[in-house]
């Protein structure tokens, strides 16, 4: 079906044993994920300027100064952790993992030669040699992670049904890239200032825009809102900050691209986007880390505010380490992510691509408030070898004619679980709330598991709901008659996934959508064969 | 980060149900580690996953708010009643010997007390709640048994005892190749403090049972119900679940299949009015390969609270199985609401699993149709709602039962809709 | 072309005897017709060439030019010139049809080595083919064979037969479902498709197909083992006395 080139950009390649006998058993298809092939599990080797270990008031100073921080900051932080401190980790995913110990990790950790955002040409050379192998080329000529270039023809094109998401392609994207604990460059800036679109590290719109900052940080996702959220209120070190003026249309994709690097260090980056009456911009993420024996913590936040009118579109791949086989190492990855549709007519989408991370625990949010506002969610869920997922969303209905879009698909294979679980309620003044929910999972093996927990809460008697869900494995009468045409089984694996997939994967813009499909093709390599 | 686990503080209708139990006196020995696991553990909130819609400690406190209420529990007046299905044989369940019952049932009284520390339903405590308050209270315990290969055409009615504060505990089993249809009867005014009715359901292969609930408790009654069933190979399980009464009410519903071949058929019907939380938690865990399962509630809404929480579970190695769920609610008005949290949480990749829910209010295109034909608004209505529930219950088949349980519902819809 | 050497074979899982001794010679142009009652084993058959796992031989062999396919998998074998058109063709949700005709056109291409088709050359391909089926255009971008019909999904059967230029085609009871029309539209395609160098293996329950598709040997399959060999008047003479006579004979 595709090239077998190796993709730079967000893959995680699985080996091939070969001594597996070829009996089409689903379960001796089933394969280890050989990490080491995990492509961007190197480590850069650059003098770094780290925080010692732990959690506690004087990191968070030290924080604070390093970032040059206002003093109202400082404040935030110092009742966030307050608030923290009198806080329990949540128990009630179904993810089995030890207590982490969160006096043992670094909060802060930067490159050396800098300590703070850059230009393009004081950024380390090393560090540009990181971004490149993982083909982000931090040059404003070129797109984002090392897909095709703009005029390249791929396999969308023969295929009418699959347009690239309306609006969405452009052909360049701005990056802001976020090493540990710092954002090291961010591209495109100044073309972006002519549209009057301000993209820039969130440590330098606090300095630069902190009326922006105060009234819209935490409005999403308070303080208090939950055990990592608030973690990360009190510590957060980076992130990306978009804000689009009104009626402005952001001329170009942006995009962050997170990396942690060092040893015994949490990324805990904050992400802020507005997007005033009227105004649309697309935003991707993408992440990965070093392959490292011992589990890394990623607890971000995200929050997203649509005013009148205003429409966000948010697209992460996400790729961070998984562990190897036996689930050794990883990241951990507990993420708030929640968009407010504060305004008439607003629109968040959220679409998720998880392949990465040894553990996931993420629902990505909508809080329709605003009237005839509209929230979709659209996720693709791979998990292989030793992986939990435990990830949904989150649709509440408090405006008039409301409405909101689930698609979830899960696929699991190898000993992982792969968990939904998704909210989906209708306030009482929430008048002809409308809900679709299409939630599959797919297994492949029998030591996986695929489960399944929406809430569906209606107190409005004009609300409609709709939740279907499904569970089933790839029929071998359909991998035959691929096969019988002559594609192997493993591309007829492929095949059939993305069919499986493809709902979501036409939400991703097109630079995603390409990437995605192989992404997803590489991370069930080895789980059939 | 290290956790405290804190001691909770009781609250008061704690303090007070704890107090009723002590109060007991009877097979003191059985009862006792049951007590003390409730002083322990006290009643699940919502932060208990599988109360997560029902947070019993809450519900029950804002029910016995003061010693007049505990003092009503004295208080019953069950009328004498007829059985829901005619020609029905009546078991009371605190005095089975005295029924004068068909060829090959048996029923005695029994001493023993609900196995409430064997597997908790799922996601909750290490106690199983509902389980663990029946044994604290000593419920009336009753064995009745259906000899293998007995076709038992009378439908057995089980009746709990006279009088609110009634805690039954019945262990029913149905013999190899063995058929019988059983009543489950859920009336009478009830109290605030809650009532506990716990059955076990042993269906041996090739058998067939249909079990009925019919719980239409007084608006003031709490109650706490559990049918637990194991399916043999080849065996079939029909259940019908109507609810029409209760202050609160909790139905939990745990069935296991143990033998390939199984059948399982749950259909319900759960009419809310205002004032009233009925909760429906049902659990369908497919243990070993080749065995169905299909599940439908319609819940028709008119007020007050409802929870459907329904749970298809398949084990590692419970190949090709095939389980479908479904949950519809109609809700009729703003002043109710309707919480379902249907799950699937499956370990075997041959399987066809699947769920669907819905909300909202009746089709306005059925509706234009029926008054384009003539038909007024609220005959209109009616009729719809009407033929939401009647699919369910027609699927039963058997044409007295169906008119028997129709008539029921036709009764609540007259009155409260 | 295809030699089958006293075949048996046997369902996987239960060990249920199917084929009990087949013996079979189909050469290069020749159109070879199986019939026989139902159960007999004629897509037990199919699916043994086309190497479906769910069967086991349990002893003979088939030789496609003078190899053992035996070890091969579905895709060796397809990519080797074997197609199977399937009586039940299946639905692939999400796979846009195109999508799928150029995946199998181009590995099969690249395990035989050679290049892989261009785009446009390769939509070429398939227009021309799409039009002589009366496939419509639009049916190409819907996801394969997801809400077609009976006749479509047939139709779009021979459609990937006339693409993939197969060497020996085993047609799995393309009459069934099909009315008239769609019967000559299909008969036409398969026609078309006659050669020197290519072999057909026909498998029908009635005489009705092989109007259109005329057979220059028809073999009756019966209880796991060709009864009985002819031409086509063989065809007819089945259609008109039914298989017992045949059944008698040869017991």
Same mark, same amino acid.
């Given at each position: ?21 070829? &009996? ?43 970032? %040059? ?48 955002? $850059? ?53 360049? &994207? ?120 011992? %589990?890394?913590?990623?607890? $971000? ?116 679980? %792969? ?78 996934? %993305? ?28 789980? &059939?064969? | ?105 048996? +029923? ?5 007390? +609900? ?26 315990? +009753? ?182 769920? +479904? ?91 | ?251």
């Amino acid at each position: 079906m595709r090239k077998r080139h190796p993709v730079p950009g967000l893959l995680i390649p699985v080996s091939m044993e070969t001594d597996m006998p070829a &009996v089409q058993e689903t379960i001796d298809r089933v394969r280890k994920i050989d990490v080491d092939q995990y492509k961007y599990g190197f480590e850069t080797l650059i003098e770094m300027d780290v925080a010692p270990k732990g959690l506690n008031e004087d990191i968070i100073r030290l924080i604070s100064t390093k970032k %040059n921080e206002p003093q109202w900051m400082l404040d935030w932080r110092l009742k966030a952790f307050e608030r923290w401190k009198t806080m329990e980790s949540p128990d009630w995913a179904r993810l089995d993992y030890p207590p982490i110990d969160f006096q043992d990790i670094h909060y802060y950790a930067a490159p050396k030669s800098m300590s703070g955002p $850059a230009s393009l040409d004081e950024v380390d050379p090393e560090i540009l040699r990181t971004y490149e192998k993982l083909g982000i080329p931090l040059k404003e000529q070129e797109i984002l992670a090392g897909v095709r270039k703009a005029d390249e023809p791929s396999e969308f094109d023969d295929n009418s049904d699959t347009p690239p998401a309306e609006g969405s392609y452009s052909g360049r &994207v701005a990056v802001d890239a976020v090493f540990d604990s710092v954002s090291v460059a961010t591209t495109f800036k100044k073309e972006l200032q002519k549209a009057g679109v301000i993209f820039m590290p969130i440590s330098e719109a606090i300095r630069e825009h902190p009326e922006l900052v105060q009234k819209y940080l935490g409005s999403v996702v308070p303080i208090s809102d939950n055990f990592f959220a608030t973690m990360n209120s009190a510590v957060f070190t980076d992130g990306s900050f978009v804000y689009v003026p009104k009626g402005v249309r952001c001329p170009m994709e942006l995009s962050t691209y997170f990396r942690i690097n060092e040893r015994n260090t949490g990324q805990f980056e904050r992400t802020l986007i507005i997007a005033d009456e009227g105004s649309y911009v697309s935003y991707l993420e993408g992440c990965t880390a070093p392959q490292r024996d011992e %589990n890394q913590l990623h607890a $971000a936040v995200v929050e997203l505010v649509a005013l009148g009118d205003a429409e966000i579109k948010y697209s992460t791949v996400q790729n961070w380490y998984p562990g190897d086989k036996d689930g050794k190492g990883g990241i951990y990855n507990f993420v708030t992510k929640r968009g407010d549709c504060r305004g008439a007519n607003s629109r968040i989408s959220w679409t998720q691509v998880e392949t990465g991370s040894a553990i996931t625990w993420k629902y990505p949010s909508c809080i329709l408030r605003g009237d005839n506002s509209r929230g979709e969610f659209y996720s693709i869920a791979v998990s292989n070898g030793r992986q939990q997922i435990d990830s949904g969303t989150k649709m509440i209905h408090l405006g008039k004619n409301t409405s909101s879009r689930i698609i979830s698909k899960g696929i699991s294979a190898g000993n992982s679980s %792969n968990t939904y679980r998704g909210q989906v309620s209708a306030h009482r003044k929430a008048s002809n709330a409308r809900n679709f929910t299409q939630c599959d999972s797919l297994l492949i093996g029998e030591e996986c598991g695929a489960h399944t927990v929406p809430y569906i809460e209606s107190k409005n008697a004009t609300a409609q709901f709709e939740h279907e869900a499904t569970t089933s494995k790839i029929s071998e009468d359909q991998l035959f008659y691929c096969m019988q045409r002559g594609i192997p089984e493993e591309e007829a694996v492929a095949l059939i996934v %993305n069919g499986f997939v493809k709902d979501v994967i036409q939400q991703l813009p097109m630079e995603f959508a390409v990437e995605a499909q192989k992404l997803i093709g590489i991370s069930l390599e080895g789980s &059939v064969g | 980060m290290s956790v405290v686990t804190e001691l909770k503080t009781r609250t008061p209708a704690e303090t007070q149900l704890l107090q009723l139990a002590e109060a007991r006196g009877e097979n003191e020995n059985a009862r006792r580690p049951a007590i003390e696991a409730l002083r322990r553990d006290g009643l699940p909130t919502r932060k208990v996953e599988a109360w997560h819609y029902t947070d019993l400690r809450a519900l029950v406190g804002r029910r016995i708010k003061d010693d007049a209420a505990v003092a009503s529990l004295k208080a019953g007046d069950d009328a004498i009643l007829e059985p829901l299905l005619a020609n029905s044989v009546v078991i009371c369940l605190d005095d089975p010997v005295s029924a004068h019952l068909p060829d090959g049932v048996m +029923a005695t009284s029994s001493s023993s007390v +609900a196995d409430w520390q064997a597997s908790p339903n799922h996601l909750d405590r290490s106690i199983d709640t509902i389980r663990a308050l029946s044994a604290a209270f000593g419920a009336s315990s +009753a064995k009745i048994a259906v000899s293998s290969k007995t076709s038992v055409d009378t439908p057995i009615e089980l009746r709990p005892a006279a009088g609110s504060d009634s805690h039954f505990y019945a262990q029913v089993s149905v013999g190899e190749g063995a058929s019988a249809t059983f009543v489950e009867r859920l009336e009478g005014d009830g109290s605030p403090a809650p009532s506990t009715g716990v059955s076990t359901l042993t269906i041996a292969d090739r058998a067939n049972v249909l079990w009925i609930v019919d719980q239409e408790k007084g608006a003031e009654a709490s109650h706490l119900g559990q049918l637990n069933v194991t399916i043999g190979a080849d065996a079939v399980f029909r259940l019908f679940v109507l609810n029409a009464g209760g202050g609160l009410v909790r139905y939990e519903v745990h069935a296991e299949t143990v033998g390939e071949g199984a059948d399982v058929q749950i259909r319900g019907a759960n009419l809310l009015k205002d004032g009233q939380h009925v909760d429906v938690t049902t659990t369908l865990n497919h243990r070993v390969p080749n065995t169905t399962a299909t599940e439908t509630f319609r819940n028709v809404v008119t007020g007050g609270h409802g929870v459907f929480q329904g749970m298809i579970k398949v084990a590692k190695g419970a190949q090709k199985t095939d389980a479908k769920m +479904a949950c519809n609610s109609l809700l009729l008005s703003d002043e109710g609401d309707f919480s379902a949290k249907p799950e699937l949480e499956i370990f075997a990749d041959d399987v066809q699993c699947g769920h669907g829910a819905t909300a909202g209010e009746i089709d306005a295109d059925h509706l234009f149709y029926l008054m384009s034909r003539g038909i007024p608004e609220a005959t209109a209505r009616a009729l719809l709602v009407k033929a939401f529930l009647g699919e369910v219950v027609e699927e039963l088949e058997d044409e007295a039962i169906v008119e028997a349980l129709e008539a029921r519902i036709d009764t609540w819809l007259d009155t409260h809709a | 072309m295809l030699e089958i050497k006293n075949l048996h074979a046997r369902v996987a899982d239960e060990g249920t005897e199917i084929l009990r001794g087949v013996n079979l010679t189909i050469e290069a142009g020749e159109v070879a017709a199986i019939m026989g009652p139902n159960g007999s084993g004629k897509s037990t058959l199919s699916y043994i060439l086309a190497g479906r796992e769910d069967y086991e031989v349990t002893e003979g062999d088939i030789l496609y030019n003078g190899e053992s396919v035996l070890e091969m998998d579905p895709a060796e074998r397809a990519a080797a010139g074997l197609f199977l058109a399937f009586q039940y063709p299946l639905e692939i949700p999400g796979v846009a049809t195109m999508t799928f005709l150029k995946t199998a056109l181009n590995a099969q291409r690249k395990a035989r080595g050679e290049a892989e088709l261009t785009t446009p050359d390769f939509m070429r391909k398939v227009k021309a083919s799409a039009e002589e089926l009366k496939i419509a255009p639009d049916m190409l971008k819907r996801p394969l064979n997801v809400g077609f019909s009976g006749g479509e999904k047939k139709r779009a059967e021979i459609l990937q037969m006339a693409l993939l230029e197969p060497k020996l085609c085993i047609m799995d009871e393309t009459d069934s479902g099909l009315d008239i029309d769609a019967l000559k539209i299909v008969s036409d395609g398969v026609n078309a498709l006659r050669s020197e160098e290519r072999a057909f293996l026909v498998i029908t329950h009635y005489q009705r197909l092989l109007d259109y598709i005329v057979p220059d040997t028809v073999h009756v399959l019966y209880k796991g083992r060709i009864i009985k060999t002819g031409d086509k008047n063989l065809a007819l003479q089945l259609e008109n006395e039914g298989y017992a006579q045949i059944v008698d004979e040869a017991a």
